[in-house]
């Protein structure tokens, strides 16, 4: 089934792949690509969003959206993985789910638990059957992030900040993969801004630190960024990587906070 008319795609349609072949759906703003032997539902498919179902096997997805504010969703059992605009693959197994990003940046959610990490180009994250995350290779595992007293607060549609928060990490993206990177730090700061303490700003918190170090060059901002960022949310689900970035730039080693 390689390339397949996006006329001929519908909401609620099974894509399935024998264990020889890969099936290819072309949507509006996205490249649906299942591996052999997967199994796959389209829940929703509309110029605003894309919900894809997977169940077995591996999807490649490449997104990029055309419409301001528009998302892109893949869920299996174990983990909702949402994106805006960027190349990454989901493959599920009988032991759980792998999410690899090879472009942009995704946040992956995990179910029955609540806790989320936000992945970056190269990252790869991995949460098993019976609840646990591990990150890079896998062979390091860990146990989910138990939120603080503080904890974050998913995003909700009654929560204005929020919105108006992930709008600008969404505009961040979109500058992001055009190369302009002082407007993505622009749109960071804005979404910072919008919702200090929620799930949204300690998002664009990392990404605003990230991109300080990695394509603008600014070690000090980097620093000050990673460090507001281990302030507001010591055992956020970025936290490990922060510890790791602020280990390279400053020498030494934040302590970790007591369980």
């Known amino acids: ?104 940046r995704v946040r992956v959610e995990q179910l029955n638990g609540g806790s989320s990490v936000l992945l970056a180009a190269g990252d790869e994250h991995r949460v098993t059957a019976s609840g646990r995350s591990t990150e890079g290779d896998g062979s390091t595992e860990r146990k989910p992030e138990v939120p603080a007293a503080s904890s974050v607060p998913p995003p909700n549609g009654d929560n204005v900040p929020e919105q108006r928060a992930r709008a600008h990490n969404q505009r961040a993206d979109a500058h992001e993969r055009a190369g302009r990177w002082r407007a993505a730090a622009d749109a960071y700061r804005r979404a910072i801004r919008e919702s200090p303490a929620g799930a949204e700003g300690q998002a664009a918190r990392f990404a605003l630190a990230r991109l300080l170090e990695r394509r603008l060059g600014d070690v000090q901002g980097a620093r000050r960024e990673y460090r507001r960022y281990l302030e507001r949310f010591p055992q956020g689900p970025n936290a490990p990587q922060v510890r790791e970035a602020l280990c390279r730039l400053e020498g030494r080693c934040p302590e970790e906070p007591l369980p």
């Open 1 to 104: 089934h390689e390339g397949v008319e996006p006329s001929v795609v519908n909401e609620g349609a099974v894509l399935e792949s024998a264990a020889d072949e890969h099936v290819r759906v072309r949507l509006a703003a996205a490249t649906l690509e299942l591996g052999p032997a997967s199994r796959a539902r389209l829940v929703r498919a509309t110029a605003a969003e894309i919900d894809v179902e997977l169940s077995a096997g591996r999807i490649d997805v490449e997104f990029h959206p055309t419409l301001a504010g528009a998302g892109l969703s893949v869920r299996t059992d174990e983990a909702t993985v949402r994106v805006v605009g960027t190349r990454f693959v989901v493959e599920r197994d009988a032991s759980g789910t792998r999410v690899a990003v090879l472009e942009g």
